[in-house]
């Protein structure tokens, strides 16, 4: 069946970095866009990045631009998200989302990685 | 950058309607996708292209898009439906996917 895991979270410093990944499975990965949101503890969902077929086409939220990097895996089906410089207010569940094609939506979600950021 | 409003909270009695509103400047020229999310679960799509359903969701769950307001509606309410909904558009003009504000829907 389809399924995305998610794995990296953990507790770091301020300042330091962290490598989130995400395992694919179920369908053909190269096809699909793959999409990063998080959700700081008590609030909404907030796109973080997204990183199409080809390694060319990734957009970030201005939030992140500059100090992640998404990246992906085509011949593994894994989804990266390289965060630095972590700041408290990148405390979050952090999930990886399928993007439906043709549709600029999210069907598919992981069940979430946890990020916590604090000295 | 775009912006979409949600009501705080929704309450509703079982087998009522629960309608929720999504704000956004000229959002009937967008597509618009919605996802409910459960309590310390991942969100789900619900609807997406306004007022289509994936496959598994209940034909109680529609949409419509129009002017400056989308909305969700969840017909004869049951309590499992009792969830966050999150509507999401896609901003070409920044190139980013935007959320809205959520929706706690109570039911009574």
């Known amino acids: 069946q389809v399924q995305l895991v998610e794995s990296g979270g953990a507790v770091v410093q301020p300042g330091r970095s962290l490598r989130l990944s995400c395992a694919a499975s179920?369908?053909?990965?190269?096809?699909?866009?793959m999409h990063w949101v998080r959700q700081a503890p008590g609030k909404g969902l907030e796109w973080v990045a997204v990183?199409?077929?080809?390694?060319?086409?990734?957009y970030y939220a201005d939030s992140v631009k500059g100090r992640f990097t998404i990246s992906r895996d085509n011949s593994k089906s894994t989804l990266h998200l390289q965060m630095k410089s972590l700041r408290a207010e990148d405390t979050a569940v952090y999930y990886c989302?399928?993007?439906?094609?043709?549709?600029?939506?999210?069907?598919?979600w992981g069940q979430g990685t946890t990020v916590t950021v604090s000295s | 950058s775009y912006v979409l409003t949600q009501p705080p909270s929704v309450s509703v009695a079982p087998g009522q309607t629960a309608r929720i509103t999504c704000g956004g400047n000229?959002?009937?020229?967008?597509?618009v996708h919605w996802y409910q999310q459960k309590p310390g679960q991942a969100p789900v799509m619900v609807v997406y292209?306004?007022?289509d359903r994936p496959s598994g969701i209940p034909e109680r769950f529609s949409g419509s898009n129009s002017g400056n307001t989308a909305t969700l509606t969840i017909s004869r309410v049951e309590a499992g439906d009792e969830a966050d909904y999150y509507c999401q558009v896609w901003d070409g003009s920044s190139a980013h996917y935007v959320f809205g504000t959520g929706t706690k829907v109570t039911v009574l």
């Open positions: 989302a399928r993007g439906k094609i043709g549709v600029d939506a999210m069907d598919v």
């Open positions: 000229k959002i009937g020229s967008k597509s």
């Open positions: 292209d306004d007022s």
């Open positions: 990183a199409w077929y080809d390694e060319n086409s990734k």
């Open positions: 179920g369908f053909t990965f190269i096809s699909y866009g």
